[in-house]
């Protein structure tokens, strides 16, 4: 059985993402024949320069090929005899932070990519800041680019406490850090000869160290419904198990309105399991449904969370969150939106911008703010319309995260959120 | 969960999920291995009764086989099947003869928005995966197309945490990708775990089988020994040349892809 890693390249325009990405492929015999051809053919046309063929196999479209730069998030995929790896190239120009983070909300770990002759740049420190607030914990740096300034110790021991002192600030720890050549091959796949006084591993051998993501098995079930369908008769309701165990017989709690029923029976395609675990799409059948409002947006929970070691969730109509605009036009003070939280939707207005945040600098432009900018995070306190079923972040992913769509089925998503407080 | 089980609950959800969102959907199948894969996940996410259209864009030129084996499984499966053609263009002596991009734009784009424009569908399954093509890499699992079916790739949607994109004014469909995250090597280690039937083609006659399929005058063989799924594994491990190097679309003029998908190609 293979596992399999998500990971996200981020860093600094320039600083040598794609060609990373494209040494990776090439080093680990990932790159069809053909293709490497294609970007080879292709960068001649451009008259780029030598080694620009590794950018151009993931900068597919037009644009990024003329404007060598990287557009939008493109997911690649490579393998190492220890497992296989989704790599997620995330875009280091400011105007594609959108783009960036919906590369990033997808990963599990994160390689930060900083240039050695240029360190620590603008873009540096606003990834390393969306890292921290998506909760990317496991990251490598990788200090690129070692060819332009001699390969020397010094350069890389500077730098490294630069960006290790970038991490800290904003609550993350490198897992490694890496002296790198993308261009020529150094500390990718194997250890560089041109390094000797480097002792740590190559990237490979630190991404092949990094730990499976674990799914929260060990938590209170938590099953948000996604739909209900009526097939002979019976209704079948559909979602996802985000935590814990789900098991046939089980009595569960049904939030926000807080009814007790019992899981009939759990469905699938075919058979009908006695337990079902994280990560699972499965459907379930319910005793004691009568008079129970059972659709999308409700959650099945343990019946008394209150006696489980850990605590369920809260239903709240309120909580405070640390917000990403991924809108240019930014949000404003008392606006309204529409919340999606898991399968939950309400109206949902911002109460109150305690902090308004530059994202590269981290610095806090402004207390009880009016506005939040298109660049910018906030620290709000946001207010539903009705009670929804929330947990912080930090106690579980799937209950503390969610997004604010504009317009009136909330069609554009405009910020992403962080739940810190309930 | 090994990662075959965790690409099919991800597909599954996101089946469901625009399902929900939409009600109005269809999916389109082409009977290759993907499509083939996806209309087998739709069973799933739905328990073996899928409740919208399976639509099938008929260019006329596809290989019998795949016209027998779409039949067979619409009936075995008890698909809501749909046939769509673009009669006039082929009555007007439309083909590959006419040039490539001219024949994909006209027998699949263009029929693809006679068949919506009929149906009015506010999204379409597609099983395109990343890992097919560079401009397939970029795409999201919820991704909308304009009034004239152009996809925007310079202003994709954010996509964070399973909340998908829904559907603004102006936006003519959703096209929705439960298969993003699979690689070819998923795909046919799944047909092999699930016992999937899948079109003949794709295994070796002769010293010859094809890797990608679809329109007989614009799919050439591989030279290929693997007369079974595991074999095909065993063989797609060995290789360094990429699955649609067998497709005359992608190849042809530079970027030629990225046009017919701005145009509105699947």
Redesign the interface.
Known sequence: ????LRFVLVGHVDHGKSTLIGRLLYDT?S?????LEEARQ?AR?LGAETGAEFAF??D????EREGALT???????FSTPAR?Y?LIDAPGHVEFL??M??GA??ADAAVLIVDASRGVQEQTRRHAYILSLLGLEEVIVALNKMDLVGYREGAFRALEREVRALLEAVGLAPRASIPISAKEGENIAETSGKMAWYRGPSLLAALDSLPAPA?PEDKPLIFPI??G?E?DGQR?F?G?VEAGLLRRGAKVRVLPDGQLATIRSI????ESPAEA?P???V?VTIAGAEGLVLD?GRVLCLPEPESEPEPGPAVVTGFTANLIC?TERGLELGEEFIL?L?TQEAQARIEAIMERVDSASLEVLEWDAKALGGLEVGRVRLTTASPIVATRFSELRALG???L?R?Q?????SA?GIITGL | MDHLRELENQSIYIIREAYRQFRKVALLWSVGKDSTTLVWLARKAFFGRIPFPILHLDTSYKFQEIYEFRDRYAREWGLDLLVWRNERALKEGMGPGKGRFQCCTALKTAALKGAIAAHGWKALYLGIRRDEHGIRAKERFFSPRGEDFAWDYRAQPPELWDQYKTKAEGEEHIRVHPLLGWREIDIWEYIEREGLPIVPLYFARNGQRYRSIGCEPCCRPIASEADTVEKLIAELRASRLSERSGRAQDKEEAQMMQKLRALGYM
């Open positions: 059985m293979r596992e399999r015999g790159i069809a024949l053909d293709r292709a046309e196999l993931l597919h479209l037009k644009e557009i939008d998030t493109a997911q690649t995929f296989d989704v959108k783009n983070i919906t909300a997808q799914l996604q739909d369908y097939l079948i559909v996802r469905e699938k395609f075919g675990h990560g699972e799409a459907g999308r991924l999606r898991a995260r969610f997004v769509g317009g089925g909330g069609e554009e998503i992403g």
